[in-house]
């Protein structure tokens, strides 16, 4: 099973960008999806998570401006992202609990680069 990342980029203050992230693999099931960031010198942290079910919950410093979303059909899950503040650059992170021939498990994507310049 992987998760491949995309659609990171740099961007002024005030813009949009669109983060995909697509499962592959030997997949039974996938539950809970979600996006996580890590800038320089912090700890990786939650952006935003979506269930099965299409249930989401988000950070607080971007709720209002990013919207979580996953196709199941195709195994993806989505990140949009309006409003971009410098203080959103980091590496965003796609994280999936996937259900495969050796169980559950949660799978990491490669990460991907947001800069929003002050």
């Known amino acids: 099973v992987q998760l491949q990342a995309s659609g990171g980029g740099f961007v002024q203050a005030g813009g949009s960008l669109r983060l995909s992230c697509a499962a592959s693999?030997?997949?039974?099931?996938?539950?809970?999806m979600g996006w996580y960031r890590q800038a320089p010198g912090k700890q990786r942290e939650l952006v935003a998570r979506?269930?099965?079910?299409?249930?989401?919950n988000y950070a607080d410093s971007v709720k209002g401006r990013f919207t979580i979303s996953r196709d199941n059909g195709k195994n993806m899950v989505y990140l949009q992202m309006n409003s971009l503040k410098p203080e959103d650059t980091a590496v965003y992170y796609c994280?999936?609990?996937?259900?495969?021939?050796?169980?559950?498990?949660?799978?990491w994507g490669q990460g991907t680069q947001v800069t929003v310049p002050a």
């Open positions: 994280n999936a609990d996937i259900i495969g021939r050796t169980g559950l498990w949660a799978y």
């Open positions: 693999g030997s997949i039974f099931r996938i539950n809970d």
């Open positions: 979506i269930s099965s079910g299409g249930s989401t």
